[in-house]
């Protein structure tokens, strides 16, 4: 079975500063997606970026980008001048391609932005 | 962008009782999930629904949970006899044939 680990609860970064979300994963598949949920206190889940395990290349979406190391199985998130609405808490998530498609969370990471 | 609503948005209920959770799709789906966070916990899945039948389930969703689509359109999960195990926020999401699981507001449930 897969797992997802986001080995920090919570982390705080100045506003406009860059911080940077880590996710490992453990999988015996080759092929999968990779996925950055928030969560903000409304409680609502948001895509805020995916990732196909078969592409090379990392994927951005306007300040958020990511690390994606496909050998180390490391999946991190950068999110660059990070602003007040950016406050959440942030999940890593993995789907395999196969069966269901279920997808399979972390504990999530709590950013707090200083103003 | 798929729209999703859920009904109630807040429900408490007395232990023991059931409870019926709705997910409303605003156009046709292929593929429905229901997930649960118990507050301050990841989220977990609970199970998946595709051509009106259970594709997959874990290990929560035991025999007190059932889900159906009784009118083709809305999606249900139903607790029979909830505990207090059961309080948690419970998230329902589609797919079509992409990549992304499109998550509702979310149901919150409170057993008391």
């Known amino acids: 079975a897969q797992t997802v680990t986001q080995s920090q609860p919570e982390m705080s970064v100045q506003e406009a500063e860059t911080v940077t979300l880590s996710c490992t994963y453990d999988t015996s598949e080759s092929d999968y997606y990779l996925f950055w949920y928030k969560q903000p206190p409304s409680r609502q889940m948001i895509l805020v970026i995916r990732?196909?395990?078969?592409?090379?290349q990392n994927a951005t979406e306007n300040r958020f980008s990511v690390n994606f190391q496909k050998a180390a199985k490391s999946f991190s998130l950068k999110i660059s001048d990070s602003q007040l609405g950016d406050a959440a808490m942030y999940f890593c998530?993995?789907?395999?391609?196969?069966?269901?498609?279920?997808?399979?969370f972390g504990q999530g990471t709590r950013l707090t932005i200083n103003p | 962008e798929p729209e999703v609503t859920q009904t109630p948005s807040h429900q408490v209920t007395q232990m023991g009782q059931e409870v019926i959770l709705r997910c409303v799709p605003i156009?046709?789906?292929?593929?429905f999930y229901w997930y649960r966070q118990i507050l301050g916990q990841k989220v977990e899945f609970l199970v998946s629904?595709?051509?009106?039948?259970?594709?997959?389930k874990s290990e929560i969703f035991d025999d007190q949970f059932s889900v159906e689509r009784p009118d083709g359109s809305n999606f249900t999960l139903k607790i029979r006899s909830t505990k207090l195990e059961d309080s948690a926020m419970y998230f329902c999401a589609l797919r079509d044939r992409g990549y992304e699981q499109y998550f509702g507001p979310g149901t919150r449930l409170t057993v008391t």
């Open positions: 156009s046709n789906h292929l593929y």
């Open positions: 990732q196909e395990a078969y592409k090379q």
């Open positions: 998530a993995y789907r395999s391609i196969q069966g269901a498609q279920k997808l399979v």
């Open positions: 629904f595709y051509n009106n039948e259970i594709s997959e």
